[in-house]
C-alpha cells in the first residue's frame, strides 16, 4: 500500500522509518511513501484515488475532509482505530476528524497563527514590546518601515500573496480578533464592516508603504521573497503558523533567537486575540480495496501509538515535533513537554485555547481561493477593501450553495 505525503526529505526518512518497524511486526505489509508538493496533494489524491495503485493513506488538510467524505474517497474507520482515535485525542481534535456521524482518520498537527517579529529590528526602531492593537500594530509598521530614496528596504509587516491559506488565514486572524468571523453557520459574513475593516488595514498598510506587495509571495514549503525577507531582516512583523519553526531555525541560525511571538493584535471592534487555527489528519482511501484498507488502519494505529517513537511518543508525533509542529495526541503532549517548552512554541501553545478553527465546509478549498484572489486585488490595488468584500462575499455564497453547504 502507499502512503501520499506533502512533507520534505527529512520527515519522509522518519516515515519511511517508521514504515520498516511496522513491516518488521508485520512482513505482509509494505508501505511505500509517495511525497508529492503540498500543491499536488489534493489533486493527486483525486485523480488518483480511485485507480487500483492509487493511494492508500493520505495526510490531508481538514478543510478537504468534507467534499473527500462525499466523494467517498474518505473511508470511515472501523471500530478498533474509532475507538483508538476518541481515546487518544482531545475531544474538539476527534468532532475534527468525525464526518456523518464517523471517525474518517486519525488526527495529528494542530497550528495556529500568531504575530512573528523580529527583537533586533524593533530595538532599533525604538520599539519596547510587541504590538497589542492595530493601532500599535500600524505603528510600530511604520517605524519599522525603511527607505533609500523612494524604494523600501525593510517593510514593517508582511503579507503573503500566492498561496491561499497563507493569504487567507493570516488576514482571517486580524477578522477574528476583530469580532469578525468569515461564515456564520454556512451564511458568509465578508460584507460584515468588522471583516471589512480587516481588508482596509490592509489597504492602509499598502499605501503607506509599510507593506509591500513586491515582497508578499510566498508557498507552502516556505520559500519565496515573503519568507526569505523575514528571514533576512528586511521584514520586522508577519502572521505565520508555528509549523515553519524548523524553516526557521534552519536559514537564520544564530539569528533565530531574535525571532517573538505574540498574540494577533486585537483590532478596534475586537475583545481578545483569535488567531485562526486549522489541522491535519491521516486518511485511509475509501476506493482501495478492503485488504488494504485493513492494513491501512492497522498502520494507522502503530504510526499514532505510543509505542512507535521515543519516550512514550508516537512516531507521528516525533516527526511533527521535528518540524516545530504541534501534535494532537494527549500522550505526545507529555512526551514532548520539554520541547514544548521553546519560547517559539511555548508562544503558540499558550494561545491555543484562544484560537479559532477556520470553517470546514463543503466547498471550503474554492472559498478559500476566492477569498484569496479579492485579498491579492487589495494587496496589488486592484480593488478597494469595500469592492473586494462585496464581491468575495457574493463569490462565496454562490461557491457554498452550489457546494450544498
Request: aromatic residues 8%; charged residues 15%; negative net charge.
Amino acid at each position: 500500500m502507499s502512503f501520499l505525503t506533502h512533507w520534505g526529505p527529512e520527515q519522509v526518512t522518519a516515515l519511511k522509518a517508521a514504515a520498516a518497524a511496522f513491516h518488521t511486526k508485520n512482513p505482509d505489509v509494505t508501505v511505500d511513501i509517495r511525497p508529492v508538493p503540498f500543491a499536488n496533494l489534493l489533486s493527486t489524491l483525486r485523480t488518483q484515488g480511485s485507480s487500483p495503485n492509487g493511494p492508500t493513506i493520505a495526510g490531508i488538510y481538514d478543510l478537504w475532509l468534507p467534499e473527500l467524505v462525499r466523494d467517498g474517497l474518505a473511508a470511515s474507520a472501523p471500530s478498533g482505530a474509532a475507538a483508538d482515535v476518541k481515546a487518544g485525542w482531545p475531544g474538539n481534535m476527534v468532532d475534527d476528524v468525525t464526518k456523518q456521524g464517523q471517525v474518517r482518520g486519525y488526527p495529528n498537527e494542530v497550528d495556529l497563527y500568531a504575530l512573528n517579529y523580529n527583537k533586533k529590528l524593533f530595538a532599533e526602531a525604538g520599539i519596547p514590546a510587541p504590538p497589542k492593537t492595530w493601532d500599535e500594530l500600524v505603528a510600530d509598521a511604520a517605524k519599522l518601515t525603511k527607505r533609500d530614496g523612494d524604494k523600501v528596504t525593510q517593510q514593517g509587516l508582511g503579507v503573503i500573496t500566492s498561496w491561499a491559506s497563507g493569504a487567507v488565514h493570516p488576514w482571517l486572524s486580524l477578522v477574528n480578533s476583530n469580532g469578525g468571523q468569515l461564515l456564520d453557520g454556512s451564511t458568509p459574513k465578508l460584507d460584515d464592516p468588522k471583516v471589512v475593516a480587516a481588508a482596509q488595514l490592509y489597504a492602509d498598510l499598502v499605501k503607506s508603504g509599510a507593506t509591500q506587495p513586491s515582497m508578499s509571495s510566498a508557498n507552502a514549503n516556505t520559500t519565496g521573497p515573503y519568507l526569505d525577507n523575514f528571514v533576512n531582516g528586511k521584514t520586522g512583523m508577519i502572521i505565520m503558523a508555528n509549523w515553519w519553526q524548523s524553516s526557521l531555525k534552519q536559514a537564520m541560525g544564530d539569528r533565530y533567537s531574535d525571532i517573538g511571538v505574540a498574540p494577533v493584535p486585537v483590532g478596534p471592534d475586537g475583545t481578545a486575540s483569535a488567531g485562526v487555527s486549522y489541522s491535519w489528519l491521516t486518511m485511509v482511501n475509501g476506493k482501495a480495496s478492503p485488504a488494504k484498507q485493513d492494513a491501512a488502519w492497522k498502520f494507522l494505529q502503530f504510526l499514532n501509538g505510543p509505542d512507535s517513537g521515543k519516550g512514550g511518543s508516537s512516531a507521528m508525533g516525533d516527526i511533527l515535533m521535528s518540524m516545530g509542529i504541534l501534535p494532537s495526541r494527549t500522550s505526545d503532549l507529555t512526551a514532548h513537554k520539554a520541547d514544548l517548552s521553546d519560547p517559539f512554541i511555548a508562544a503558540y501553545v499558550a494561545e491555543l485555547p484562544n484560537a479559532k478553527p477556520f470553517p470546514t465546509v463543503l466547498g471550503g478549498e474554492a472559498m478559500s481561493q476566492a477569498v484569496q484572489k479579492h485579498i491579492e486585488n487589495i494587496v496589488f490595488g486592484k480593488e478597494t477593501a469595500q469592492q473586494a468584500m462585496t464581491a468575495a462575499q457574493n463569490e462565496v455564497a454562490a461557491i457554498l450553495a452550489k457546494a450544498g453547504a
